[in-house]
């Protein structure tokens, strides 16, 4: 079965660091595209940062910089490492696998989200 | 970045209308656009792909349409379990971006 199991999130004090980690499960995260996105508490969906299978990595401008996506080919886990945070990065965080039909990538494997609460 | 406009930011509607979402890109994106459904407390669910494609497993209720800025997720009749907010996403340039959603009550 095609899983996805977030962890590492809590409450840390602005200007601090959390390492989020995303362990995959039937499938292999190198063969993939892998992506995580944030909510922010009663708010939308951000795609804040993107692994491609070749290993470049793209980020939003909200966190460029800051966040760095990584992968363990070892552990099949990808990883977000989340530096200065601000009050503003609070949110819910999903790790999500896209999925593509020719050039048409859409994300059909989500994580059940870990919470990041930066507060002080 | 892209930007993405739905509208309306809610509705109420009842079991068995026919409800119409609407998500509109600010500039060209072809059909590289995808509509998700999320209930509270929930990651969000993949409806559609590439404008139109239905998600395998997804009731054909839910259908999808439009091209270059202007799109549409058409719910034909709506169920008890399709109360929910819905996103437009668009995957033609990254990074990816997402509307402010749709809640349906």
């Known amino acids: 079965e095609v899983q996805l199991v977030e962890s590492g999130g809590g409450l840390v004090q602005p200007g601090g660091s959390l390492r989020l980690s995303c362990a995959a499960s039937g499938f292999t995260v190198t063969d993939n595209y892998m992506t995580w996105v944030r909510q922010a508490p009663g708010r939308g969906l951000e795609c804040v940062s993107l692994l491609y299978s070749g290993g470049t990595t793209s980020y939003a401008d909200s966190v460029k910089g800051r966040f760095t996506i990584s992968r363990d080919t070892s552990k099949n886990t990808v990883y977000l490492q989340m530096n200065s945070l601000r009050v503003e990065d609070t949110a819910m965080y999903y790790c999500?696998?896209?999925?593509?039909?020719?050039?048409?990538?859409?994300?059909?494997?989500w994580g059940k989200g870990t919470t990041v609460t930066v507060s002080s | 970045d892209i930007q993405m406009t739905q509208s309306p930011s809610s509705l109420s509607a009842s079991v068995g209308d026919r409800v119409t979402i609407t998500c509109r890109a600010s500039?060209?994106?072809?059909?590289?656009l995808n509509w998700y459904q999320q209930k509270p407390g929930k990651a969000p669910h993949l409806l559609i792909y590439?404008?139109?494609s239905l998600q395998s497993g997804v009731p054909s209720r839910f259908s999808g349409s439009g091209s270059g800025t202007d799109f549409t997720l058409t719910i034909t009749s709506l169920q008890p379990e399709d109360f929910a907010t819905y996103y437009c996403q668009q995957n033609f340039m990254t990074s990816w971006t997402f509307g402010q959603g749709t809640k349906v009550e």
């Open positions: 590439a404008a139109s």
């Open positions: 999500a696998r896209p999925s593509s039909w020719y050039n048409f990538y859409y994300l059909d494997v």
């Open positions: 500039q060209p994106i072809d059909t590289y």
